[in-house]
């Protein structure tokens, strides 16, 4: 049996209560968090110190609209996947600043937990296991290297 | 050209400039405002989620699951509202396929089959907040008392244009309205209520087997 290492999982976002809240749910589905950053300084050097699998990135972090170079930095020169989590879905880059998807703001608890469940196997099988659920919008880019070629789109 | 002429034609690029400005601005600020209205939801909603976790008593825990479901609701619509183009009109049907997927998948019954039978239907934004809300008290209504006991069912939806009406309908085949408690609880009289405001006719009937609960909307009711 091959025994898989729990996705190791960086929150960055600057509201204390959505932080401790979505650390719950990363450990409900059997990741670890592995820490948190409220700004990009404080994100890009966790990010680079923890090495971690994936980092939920908020776009509005406590130094501004800083979120969207947190991903590109961390996609870049990290090694690690980021998920952007925003209620400002329309106004993120068409590359999606190299981050794997996007999950909308008001998101539910399902809506999360189903989502890092469809990413784990993402990241496992290099393979979606199917289109991603309802509310996790996934990256062109992304969608096409887990063979959901133009498929991006949810719902 | 007159100096007269280059200076209205002078006057009239400035002014142009000063409405692009002032638009881009109100576009900014809707933007903010949008923006503002989900992160609140959004933390709404992580507040609830967090005491239900923490407190012991079963009951609270059932109480504070119940206004989270409210207030997911309402972020459902919040989320909907903002993507599409249009602030104006709210897509019911799309709606209920967001909500029917979060709240079925939640529950965790993988043996609940929910079906969904829906046409496109608009409604004015108005009413996308107090419709939603009514929505989500007949699907968690059917979802927490028609199936006891892992007893394994379906919930049928439809909503469908009708004459003059919307007619939104839940249906489950579960054990019926006999074992339900008879005392109006909490979400019988937010449903009452609702149906007020939207002036929406509410009919709870026998299935056999189950519950089926109709909603008629009127289509051009004016507030």
């Known amino acids: 049996m091959e025994t898989t290492h729990p996705l190791n999982v960086l929150i960055v976002e600057d509201e204390v209560l959505l932080a401790t809240e979505l650390s719950f749910l990363i450990e409900e589905v059997g990741c670890r968090d592995v820490g948190h950053a409220m700004s990009s300084d404080e994100a890009i050097a966790l990010a680079s110190a923890l090495k971690p699998d994936l980092a939920l990135v908020d776009v509005h972090l406590r130094d501004g609209p800083t979120g969207i170079e947190v991903a590109r930095r961390i996609a870049a020169d990290c090694g690690g996947i980021a998920l952007f989590m925003t209620a400002n879905v329309k106004r993120l880059p068409a590359d999606f600043a190299g981050a794997c998807g996007v999950i909308g703001k008001p998101y539910s608890e399902h809506g999360v937990k189903t989502a890092l469940n469809f990413l784990k196997v993402c990241l496992r099988e290099g393979r979606a296991p199917g289109l991603p659920p309802v509310g996790f919008q996934l990256a062109p880019e992304w969608a096409e290297r887990w063979g959901l070629g133009d498929m991006a789109q949810s719902a | 050209m007159t100096d007269h002429d280059l200076k209205s034609q002078r006057s009239g690029e400035s002014l142009a400039r000063e409405l692009q400005q002032a638009l881009d601005q109100k576009t900014a600020l809707l933007h903010e405002v949008e923006h503002r209205v989900k992160n609140n939801l959004q933390l709404i909603s992580s507040l609830l989620l967090m005491q239900a976790r923490r407190t012991p008593d079963p009951a609270v825990r059932s109480a504070l699951q119940g206004m989270l479901e409210r207030v997911n609701a309402v972020a459902t619509v919040h989320r909907r509202l903002f993507q599409s183009e249009d602030v104006e009109r709210f897509d019911v049907s799309a709606f209920i396929r967001d909500l029917v997927s979060d709240v079925v998948g939640a529950s965790g019954r993988h043996d609940i089959k929910a079906t969904l039978n829906l046409e496109r239907i608009d409604v004015p934004a108005v009413k996308a907040a107090p419709l939603a809300l009514l929505f989500s008290e ?81 289509v051009n009711g004016k507030h």
């Open chain 2, 138 to 218: 007949l699907l968690g209504n059917a979802i927490r008392h028609a199936f006891p006991d892992g007893r394994p069912g379906e919930i049928s939806i439809s909503a469908v244009r009708e004459n003059a009406h919307f007619r939104i309908e839940v249906a489950d085949d579960g054990v019926g309205t006999e074992t339900e408690d008879v005392r109006p609880g909490f979400g019988q009289t937010i449903i009452k209520l609702l149906c007020e405001q939207l002036r929406a006719d509410c009919e709870t009937t026998n299935a056999n087997p189950g519950v089926r609960t109709v909603i008629r909307l009127p």
